[in-house]
């Protein structure tokens, strides 16, 4: 079997900012601040990250239950902000993913930095939820750092099947940190560059496996690019 581990933002959609929108909005609600702005980019960061940074800079500190408890609040914030932002979904992404279902060999996995309840409102918003094995994928309640993530799905993967290699996980990404996160688990890693806010050579220095323009209309196509 091969797994296709796919990250969520910059690579399967565009929510035109409605997450951060979302987690401002949280921060408000938490903190009463207004005017939060983020100043540093959250591309290909954990949600629990982003929240654990956000605090601590608004206070000095933070516990875990303060991140906890921004992000159940900022799950719960998300939707009206998908709803209102109004995102869209990457050239060929139900394409591509409708062939890795009906396709022998492979099978679809999330390795997202966001928490699981923000990745199962964004995929259901963009009607795409029903694509993945979320009991195998590891999310960003997980840990701070994207490497933690790709360990911890890596031994889910090897408990179910102890045979595979590193080499049958491909990470389907749009960041610098899906080319680390790969290799720290020995993974190839596949990246996208349609909705990557990095350039191609920013992300070649990090090495990936493979970087491509875009998904490809012709499914043949993907199977070539995954060989």
Same mark, same amino acid.
């Given at each position: 079997?091969? %797994? ?21 909005? &949280?921060?408000?609600?938490? %903190? ?26 608004? *206070?000095? @500190?933070? &516990? ?9 609040? %900022? ?12 995102? @869209?979904?990457? /050239? ?5 993913? !409708? #062939?890795?279902?009906?396709? /022998? ?11 699981? +309840? ?12 029903? =694509?993945? =094995? ?18 911890? $799905? #890596? ?5 179910? =099947?102890?045979?595979?290699? +590193? ?12 080319? &680390? ?17 990095? &350039?191609?050579?920013? $992300?070649?220095?990090? @090495? /990936?496996?493979?970087?491509? *323009? !875009?998904?490809?209309? =012709? ?9």
């Amino acid at each position: 079997m091969n %797994y296709l581990l796919w990250d969520i933002d910059g690579t399967l959609l565009l929510t035109n900012y409605a997450g951060v929108s979302a987690m401002k909005a &949280t921060i408000n609600d938490l %903190y009463g601040l207004d005017n939060f702005e983020f100043t540093y980019s959250m591309a290909g960061r954990t949600d629990t990250y982003i929240a654990r940074k956000a605090i601590t800079g608004i *206070q000095g @500190h933070c &516990t875990q239950e303060e991140v906890e408890t921004m992000l159940q609040a %900022y799950a719960k914030r998300l939707p009206d902000f998908l709803v209102a932002k109004k995102g @869209h979904l990457l /050239p060929h992404v139900k394409e591509s993913l !409708e #062939w890795a279902e009906k396709t /022998p060999g492979y099978t679809s996995l999330l390795l997202t930095g966001n928490c699981e +309840p923000a990745a199962r409102s964004k995929l259901s918003y963009f009607g795409i939820g029903g =694509d993945f =094995d979320y009991s195998l994928s590891a999310f960003g309640e997980i840990s701070e750092l994207r490497d933690d993530l790709s360990t911890a $799905l #890596w031994h889910k993967i090897k408990a179910q =099947d102890p045979d595979v290699t +590193p080499s049958q996980l491909i990470v389907i990404g749009d960041t610098p940190h899906d080319i &680390t996160c790969a290799a720290a688990i020995g993974a190839r890693s596949l990246i996208i560059l349609t909705g990557s806010s990095y &350039t191609r050579e920013d $992300l070649e220095a990090c @090495h /990936p496996w493979k970087i491509i *323009q !875009e998904l490809p209309a =012709d499914p043949q196509e993907l199977a070539a690019a995954l060989a």
